[in-house]
Structure formats: structure tokens, C-alpha cells
């Protein structure tokens, strides 16, 4: 199976940065990583999770929502088995749960659907 656990999180002022790390491991994922695609989500208390974007693990093509798209990027560490959330110019309303995600099967990058998920890290921007 996979496991991905992130970190990163906590409290920033509006108009800061944080980066979140998403750390990969398992048998699954170690033996078919090129077939590997992450995507990065967020749930902020009351509303539905949101999806942000996606990276190709072989490829490193990203993709991004209109909600992450401009201040947000992301980036992957092939030897350290990791992938990473920039977010710059936070804003309150970027205040969520972040999680990380995985799948191992074909899809087109915009799409939302993922079979491993981490337990999520909790951003939380001040105004």
C-alpha cells in the first residue's frame, strides 16, 4: 500500500508563505512511482474539499485549479520520495485542512479522483 503523510502547516500572517511536504512511502509506491500521480486538495471547515492540483510523478507536468493557480505550485523530490505545496500570498480564505493524495492508474491531470490519501495538515492564514 502507500502511506503519505504531510507536514508544513500552522499559522501565517496574510500575504505570507508556507510550504507543505507530503512524504510517500509503501511497497505501492516504491514499485510503480512513474506510474504515480499526486494531487494536493483542501477542506476549510463547512465546505465541500477542494481540489488544488496534480503533479505526474514521471514526468513533473503539473496542473493547477483556478483557486491555486498563480500563487500556488507545485514540485516534486524524486530521492526524497516527497511533494511539496508552495503557497505564497496566502490569504484568510486559504485557511483549510490540506491534504495530499495519490493514484497509480492513468488519468488526465485535472481530474479529482485519487485512491490514498494522508491525514491532512492544518494551514491556518490571519488577517
Known amino acids: 500500500q502507500v502511506q503519505l503523510v504531510e507536514s508544513g502547516g500552522g499559522l501565517v500572517q496574510a500575504g505570507g508563505s508556507l510550504r507543505l511536504s507530503c512524504a510517500a512511502s509503501?511497497?505501492?509506491?516504491?514499485?510503480?512511482?512513474?506510474?504515480?500521480?499526486m494531487g494536493w486538495f483542501r477542506q476549510a471547515p463547512g465546505k465541500e474539499r477542494e481540489f488544488l492540483g496534480a503533479?505526474?510523478?514521471?514526468?513533473?507536468?503539473?496542473y493547477y485549479t483556478d483557486s491555486a493557480r498563480g500563487r500556488f505550485a507545485i514540485s516534486r523530490d524524486n530521492a526524497k520520495n516527497a511533494v511539496y505545496l508552495q503557497m505564497n500570498l496566502l490569504k484568510p480564505e486559504d485557511t483549510a485542512v490540506y491534504y495530499c493524495?495519490?493514484?497509480?492508474?492513468?488519468?488526465?491531470?485535472?481530474?479529482?479522483?485519487?485512491?490514498?490519501w494522508g491525514q491532512g495538515t492544518q494551514v491556518t492564514v490571519s488577517s
Open positions: 493524495a495519490a493514484r497509480f492508474r492513468f488519468g488526465h491531470l485535472d481530474e479529482d479522483d485519487y485512491d490514498y
Open positions: 509503501g511497497r505501492t509506491f516504491s514499485m510503480d512511482v512513474m506510474a504515480c500521480t
Open positions: 503533479i505526474r510523478w514521471s514526468s513533473s507536468i503539473t
